[in-house]
């Protein structure tokens, strides 16, 4: 089976629940934690990694914690995987020559790079909007960082996305 780990399954959490804006913008990790049933340990490694990545902003001081370092539109699911897991890819092969002792005989690794690419796009095309409460439609064709403007093409769901992803 392929899945995510469970820092960036509880990642996906943490920066859903800042995306909703919150009353105040800037949120403690203890705070995070209450909200999103995350251990507080767990919640504070994770945005220290996610703050080196750029996706979110620690602020010092009395009033301090975290916030989003830009839009929640500006902010791709791929980004998050990234930070906390690495470059997308099913496979060492996909990644980089010479990781595995079957390359020089296998027969599926040429598959598995255009696969990995595949998957990376589709992440790379949904905004952590798209995973709040109330999913916002999809840009398809562009990542988030450069959505088009007013006469883009036309939206979709994450279903229809993971549908068009598997074809």
């Known amino acids: 089976m392929l899945r995510m780990s469970k820092l960036t399954d509880y990642g996906l959490v943490l920066l859903t629940n800042l995306a909703q804006g919150g009353n105040p913008p800037v949120q ?4 995070l934690a209450a909200r999103s049933g995350v251990p507080v340990p767990t919640v504070s490694k994770i ?3 996610l703050s080196k990545a750029g996706i979110v902003v ?3 001081g009395r009033r301090g914690g975290y916030s989003l370092s830009r839009s929640p539109d500006q902010i791709s699911v791929a980004a998050v995987v990234e ?5 997308v890819a099913l496979t ?7 990781g595995c002792s079957l390359e020089p005989v296998c027969l599926a690794k040429g598959h598995w790079g255009p696969i990995s690419r595949a998957i990376q796009r589709t992440l790379q095309r949904l905004p ?8 916002r439609p999809v840009m398809l ?3 988030p960082a450069l959505a088009a403007p007013p006469s883009a093409p036309p939206t979709a769901s994450i279903t229809e996305m993971t549908t068009e992803m598997t074809r």
């Open 58 to 60: 620690s602020h010092r």
């Open 141 to 143: 064709g562009r990542p």
């Open 28 to 31: 403690t990790a203890h705070e």
């Open 92 to 98: 060492e092969c996909s990644t980089t020559a010479g």
């Open 83 to 87: 930070a906390l897991e690495g470059p």
């Open 128 to 135: 952590l909007s798209a995973l709040g409460p109330h999913p």
């Open 47 to 49: 945005l220290k990694e």
